[in-house]
């Protein structure tokens, strides 16, 4: 696994052991995952939107399970639409990854692993797919690495605002 900004398969697309550098290497079974990095210019600087979870109202980004034969970059901005109500420029390459363990409503956790594409906002609209069910807020990429609880996800949101 070199690039994973290409289509969406099976499980096959995780990295093979022997193959895959053990940095990149995803714990076994291991879900893909792909996530929006919601972003805009403002006067004061770069800002980025986290949503809260519908479940624990935790704050992270937009993102879920891709589509099969859909681009992962898609799927983030699919995500994105459905989950924040946002539309905009997605990266086709992915800024970072990291890992969670997902909890599914049987109480099991599920490990994941996200790939998180830079969508650059648009449009946001007043009323959205899963609106009532989340919060959404705009924050400095300092402020979003402390409120997220993910430590790859922090690091990845306080260095984001230093990427050019």
Known sequence: MHEMDVRFGEMDDLPDSKTASPARQAPAACRLQAAALPWRRTETGLA???ITSRDTGRWVLPKGWPKAGELLCDAAAREAAEEAGIEGRVAG???GRFFYAKTRARGDPVPCE???YPLEVG???KHWKEKGQRD???VSPDDAAGMVAEPGL???LAGFATRD
Do not use: D, G, N, Y
Request: charged letters at 20%; proline letters at 0%; aromatic letters at 6%.
């Open 48 to 50: 980025i939107m986290l």
């Open 93 to 95: 390459k992915e800024v």
């Open 114 to 116: 996200v790939l998180v």
């Open 123 to 125: 449009s946001i609209a």
């Open 136 to 138: 959404r807020r705009w």
């Open 154 to 156: 922090s690091t990845l």
